[in-house]
């Protein structure tokens, strides 16, 4: 099966070697070229020179994008993809994108007789790495059967969230979990080491006890305590989503007051910290406003 790659980001070069292999026949393009030849040089793959050259022939085409607005591009840009695809072909979205714009490009391909699923994912560089990615795809069971064996070979929990758009919806709700998490174990730890806690003691009680979360249990002691902050998943992204979310929720005018003050809180995160910050790092804002460190 023939198969194009765009998108060779942290996430998405993790998720295309799982393709470089038989049964697939792997063609890439990145926006860096020569991220596309590194990655070519250490799989079996060929690069494209552009992304219509990449999708032209494929039975499947897989883009990894920080955001729709980027997917919209690589469709309509300079070389793009939208009259390039194949009758029958189908696009795979696992871009962390916003259903409305993923249901206008399903739209979109639908009338040229391409498919479109999206299908974001969760489980950061480790499960992309191991090929076990949890998938939270959206679309027609009908059409996921075709590229089920491309899904399953990078992701181990594969789940059917509803129609075009619920893939995007879920995974944007669970990073606004996320950042809901992020933030309010930072300000509880806040409070503690005012209170003379030690925060190593406190992270004890707390992950053996109701407030645990990812973020108490395996975030703050890796990389807050330690001061480490890995560079895995870019805090820009991660406002992007719980923006997303947001939005959502106004347009289904749904109440719910703590994720847009979340968003809120991660759009001056940004801004103090920079668009290079680590998610994780949104606690830097929290402790710099209470005058300490968490560690």
């Given at each position: 099966?023939?198969?194009?790659?765009?998108?060779?980001?942290d996430?998405?070069?993790?998720i295309a070697?799982?393709?470089?292999?038989?049964?697939?026949?792997?063609?890439?393009?990145?926006?860096?070229?020569?991220?596309?030849?590194?990655?070519a040089?250490?799989h079996?793959?060929?690069v494209?020179?552009?992304?219509?050259e990449?999708?032209?022939?494929?039975?499947?085409v897989?883009?990894?994008?920080?955001?729709?607005?980027?997917?919209?591009?690589?469709?309509?840009?300079?070389?793009?993809?939208i009259?390039?695809m194949?009758?029958?072909?189908?696009?795979i979205?696992?871009?962390?994108?916003?259903?409305p714009?993923s249901?206008s490009?399903a739209?979109?391909?639908?009338?040229?007789?391409v498919?479109?699923?999206?299908?974001?994912?969760?489980g950061?560089?480790?499960?992309a790495?191991?090929?076990?990615?949890?998938?939270?795809?959206?679309?027609e069971?009908t059409v996921?059967?075709?590229?089920?064996?491309?899904v399953?070979?990078?992701?181990k929990?594969?789940?059917?969230?509803?129609?075009?758009?619920?893939?995007?919806?879920?995974?944007?709700v669970?990073?606004?979990?996320?950042?809901?998490h992020?933030l309010?174990?930072?300000?509880?730890?806040?409070?503690?080491?005012?209170?003379?806690?030690?925060?190593?003691?406190a992270?004890?009680?707390?992950?053996?006890?109701?407030?645990?979360?990812?973020?108490?249990?395996n975030?703050?002691?890796?990389?807050?305590?330690?001061?480490?902050?890995p560079r895995t998943?870019?805090?820009?992204?991660?406002?992007?989503?719980?923006?997303?979310?947001?939005?959502?929720?106004?347009?289904?005018?749904a109440?719910?007051?703590?994720i847009s003050?979340?968003?809120?809180?991660?759009?001056?995160?940004?801004?103090?910290?920079?668009?290079?910050?680590?998610?994780?790092?949104?606690?830097?804002?929290?402790?710099?406003e209470?005058?300490?460190?968490?560690?």
């Open positions: 099966m023939k198969i194009a790659f765009i998108g060779l980001g996430i998405g070069a993790l070697s799982h393709l470089a292999r038989e049964p697939f026949e792997l063609t890439v393009w990145n926006r860096t070229t020569a991220k596309a030849e590194e990655f040089r250490n079996k793959a060929s494209a020179t552009n992304p219509a990449a999708v032209r022939d494929a039975a499947a897989i883009t990894c994008l920080p955001s729709s607005v980027e997917v919209e591009a690589v469709l309509h840009g300079e070389n793009g993809i009259d390039a194949r009758k029958g072909s189908v696009l979205d696992c871009t962390s994108g916003d259903p714009t249901r490009i739209a979109e391909l639908g009338g040229r007789g498919e479109f699923i999206d299908a974001p994912v969760s950061g560089t480790t499960a790495r191991a090929g076990t990615l949890t998938v939270m795809w959206g679309g069971i996921f059967e075709r590229v089920r064996l491309v399953e070979a990078f992701g929990k594969i789940v059917h969230a509803g129609p075009v758009g619920s893939g995007d919806a879920l995974k944007a669970n990073n606004a979990l996320l950042a809901v992020i309010s174990a930072a300000e509880g730890l806040a409070i503690l080491v005012k209170a003379g806690v030690d925060p190593k003691v992270l004890d009680v707390i992950n053996a006890s109701s407030g645990r979360s990812n973020s108490s249990e975030l703050i002691p890796q990389r807050v305590l330690t001061r480490a902050f998943f870019r805090l820009a992204l991660l406002e992007k989503d719980i923006a997303i979310a947001a939005v959502m929720a106004e347009d289904l005018e109440n719910t007051p703590l003050l979340t968003a809120e809180r991660f759009h001056q995160a940004r801004e103090k910290l920079g668009e290079n910050a680590d998610h994780v790092e949104a606690v830097k804002m929290v402790e710099q209470n005058g300490l460190e968490i560690k």
